[in-house]
Nanobody, 115 residues
Framework: QVQLVESGGGLVQPGGSLRLSCAASGSIFSIYVMGWYRQAPGKQRELVAHIIRGGSTNYAHSVKGRFTISRDNAKNTVYLQMNSLKPEDTAVYFC?????????WGQGTQVTVSS
């Protein structure tokens, strides 16, 4: 079992920044990919970014160059730094962990980009 707790969402103006955090606990030794997904109203959940155990990262085209995923192994925490936010980034952001046999999800954190 893996537990994920997200934090850091909120309301921000276009062009602003936010940093999301995802703290993992439980059977974290088995995790080899952690990522962030988002789901806007009426849309399917989509991958935003993920980071593999070895450190490789991957980003959705829509966020490349604006968002950065990183991790602190000592704190078992993954971060998503979001810069130059746009109204279309508005969504519930979910942390995800993949241990090779199961996917684990956090409860989600709302990000709203609006003036």
């Amino acid at each position: 079992q893996v537990q994920l707790v997200e934090s850091g969402g909120g309301l921000v103006q276009p062009g602003g920044s936010l940093r999301l955090s995802c703290a993992a606990s439980g059977s974290i030794f088995s995790i080899y990919v952690m990522g962030w997904y988002r789901q806007a109203p009426g849309k399917q959940r989509e991958l935003v970014a993920h980071i593999i155990r070895g450190g490789s990262t991957n980003y959705a085209h829509s966020v490349k160059g604006r968002f950065t995923i990183s991790r602190d192994n000592a704190k078992n925490t993954v971060y998503l730094q979001m810069n130059s936010l746009k109204p279309e980034d508005t969504a519930v952001y979910f942390c995800n962990a993949d241990d090779g046999s199961s996917w684990w999800w956090g409860q989600g954190t709302q990000v709203t980009v609006s003036s």
